[in-house]
């Protein structure tokens, strides 16, 4: 007997066409769920296509400076037209011709008319699509300048205010030697500050690609110019002037090296490790119940236990970096496999990793924010954590005691030897509290410094210098940063993003 049921794919086959539109095509959820308007914008086709209107203008503007026949006309159309973008006939025009640069051409000759005869003159493709690249690249790093030093902001308030509060050190994810809790946020804080040192040098030196012709040698405007070498040299200086930049790349092929996309998506790549790390401390943190992510008052952290609080920020952290820490690699390829001046197996990939990869890294940086303004510490639990083990740590400083006050230091140490050892049999195999002081309390042999035991084995006693290195930090590294940056910080970027 044949089957009632439908198939999937045929159920969905027989949905209209106008039925829920919107639920009918994949949505990426690096825009959809996560990332910022301002970060989406950057990567919009209106950024894009405005910003191949502006180097068309740029064009204009230092050609016609340069002696070329383009009148103040022309150029104030352009000028006037650069947003006014009829997205619909630049898609047809791309249709007919089978090509996006022509497409826009002809939309930008629709809406300027007077100016068609001279947009693109000289240039190819990658003068508009090449320089747009490093235009998106470069407001982008910004954003995440920006980005970075609000995170930083954030936690050195959670890193002073918790500066002195003892915790366990971990080796190996085993009790080491303590530190202070907000100790540990400082090598947090330490890694972004790295990331942030990278971000502002690639902003300082990112180049513009400027004009260099269908292969890089410039032939077209050389032509241009009737041979003259030196204005094709000022054109190229005056368009990265126009466009906001300081220099363009030395030489090129028909692209910029790809390898600056290796060298920015590294960058990214470095900040997504620095989050990964952090985000995934505090993971293992919230499993000791010592610190915890914020926790909505409604969250629901399994639809099956509900009592649960799962780190659930801090997994999506570590989610999306792990991802960004994979795209250098496709970077690192794409460049390798560029022959001679360009194959054009780079586009493709290209249009994916770069504007990924900065939405994604956008997204990490909004949760650290999140995560690092509503950290909650339980101090009882780390310190019940702490005089668990704190016993241990504390022999060595029970044996010099005993010793200065008399005692035979082979007779003291065997002593502590036999009782950790029982002390270690009752903790692992009975599941009880750690009761090596309550031995040595009782040990007549230790009776020197009975009266000052506990006294010997304060917390705070065990922590070094890290209250005082926190201080330092702060104020020789983190501080004259914020203060370079206090406008970034006043900058409020969460626009919506799912946190």
């Known amino acids: 007997m044949a089957s009632s049921k439908v198939p999937l794919d045929e159920m969905a086959g027989n949905i209209p066409d106008d039925a829920l539109p919107d639920y009918r095509m994949y949505e990426h959820p690096l825009v959809k769920r996560y990332a910022t308007k301002e970060m989406s914008y950057v990567w919009s086709p209106a950024m894009k296509f405005s910003s191949w209107r502006k180097l068309w203008l740029a064009l204009a503007k230092a050609e016609q400076e340069l002696g070329i026949e383009i009148t103040d006309a022309q150029i104030e159309e352009m000028k006037n037209n650069i947003y006014n973008i009829d997205f619909d006939a630049a898609d047809a025009y791309e249709a007919k011709f089978r090509h996006d640069v022509m497409g826009h051409v002809h939309a930008f000759g629709d809406a300027a008319p007077t100016a068609m005869p001279i947009v693109h003159l ?183 236990m509900a009592y649960k609080r799962n780190p659930m920020r801090s997994e999506r952290v570590c989610s999306i970096s792990r991802y960004v820490m994979g795209l250098p690699t496709m970077a690192a390829n794409t460049h390798a496999n560029q022959w001679f001046e360009r194959t054009l197996d780079d586009s493709a990939i290209r249009r994916i990793i770069l504007p990924e990869g900065f939405l994604a890294v956008d997204v990490v940086l909004n949760l650290l924010e ?110 004259p940063v914020l203060g370079a940056n206090m406008d970034l910080i006043a900058v409020s970027s969460v626009d919506g993003v799912n946190v």
């Not at 980005?147 to 954030?154: C, E, G, H, R, Y």
């Not at 005089?387 to 010793?403: C, D, K, Y």
């Open 122 to 304: 000289g240039a190819t493709s990658c003068y508009v699509g090449d320089n747009t690249d490093l235009i998106q690249i470069r407001e982008a790093l910004k954003i995440i300048k920006r980005k970075i030093v609000k995170v930083l902001a954030t936690m050195r308030r959670f890193a002073m205010k918790n500066r002195d509060l003892a915790t366990l050190g971990f080796t190996h994810y085993q009790p080491a030697q303590l530190t202070t809790v907000g100790k540990r946020c400082t090598l947090w804080m330490q890694d972004l500050l790295l990331d942030l040192e990278a971000v502002d040098s690639q902003i300082k030196s990112l180049p513009m690609r400027g004009v260099k012709g269908t292969t890089g040698t410039q032939a077209s405007f050389l032509e241009l110019f009737d041979g003259d070498h030196e204005s094709v040299k000022k054109l190229n200086t005056r368009v990265c002037e126009l466009m906001g930049f300081q220099k363009s790349i030395p030489v090129s092929g028909q692209t910029y090296t790809r390898k600056i996309d290796f060298a920015v998506l590294s960058i990214l790549s470095g900040v997504a490790q620095s989050a990964y790390k952090m985000a995934g401390d505090i993971r293992l943190l919230a499993n000791l119940k010592e610190v915890e992510e914020p926790f909505a008052k409604s969250q629901i952290g399994s639809s099956a």
């Open 370 to 479: 999140n995560i690092s303004d509503g950290l909650h510490v339980w101090p009882n639990v780390i310190r019940s954590h702490v005089m668990a083990e704190l016993p241990f740590m504390a022999t060595e400083v029970i044996l010099m005691e005993g010793v200065k006050a008399g005692g035979d230091r082979q007779a003291l140490h065997e002593a502590i030897r036999v009782h950790s050892m029982a002390a270690g049999v009752v903790v692992k195999g009975e599941g009880k509290p750690n009761d090596l002081l309550e031995r040595i309390l009782n040990d007549p042999l230790f009776e020197s410094v009975h009266s000052k035991l506990h006294s010997m084995i304060d917390p705070s006693l065990f922590v070094g210098r890290a209250p005082e290195q926190v201080d330092d930090f702060i104020h020789e590294e983190v501080d």
